[in-house]
């Protein structure tokens, strides 16, 4: 079974950039397309970017300019830039396969961002 395992959350004010990571326990970027999804309180967990196994990426239309979706497949791992924040992007940030898979949600990684 894959596990995934996002890091790189945490609180950080408006403006500012945060890099997120998440590390794969075998290589899968090579055969999926791989997205980072957003859950924000009391909101549904939804895809905020995606890139496939060729490189090839999409945003969602708010975070668009600001995020870029990136992948290491010798090293098992996709990252999230995240670039000037606002308060609305906060929530918890998952990785998983596009379209999502169950087993593989992990526990994510808590992104504040604060004003």
């Known amino acids: 079974q894959v596990q995934l395992v996002e890091s790189g959350g945490g609180l950080v004010q408006a403006g500012t950039s945060l890099s997120l990571s998440c590390a794969a326990s075998r290589n899968i970027f090579i055969f999926n397309t791989m997205g980072w999804y957003r859950q924000a309180p009391g909101k549904s967990r939804d895809l905020v970017a995606s890139i496939t196994p060729g490189g090839s990426t999409n945003y969602a239309d708010a975070v668009k300019g600001r995020f870029t979706i990136s992948k290491d497949n010798p090293k098992n791992t996709v990252y999230l830039q995240m670039n000037s924040l606002k308060p609305e992007d906060a929530g918890v940030y998952y990785c998983?396969?596009?379209?999502?898979?169950?087993?593989?949600w992990g526990q994510g990684t808590q992104v504040t961002v604060s004003s």
């Open positions: 998983n396969k596009v379209p999502s898979y169950n087993p593989y």
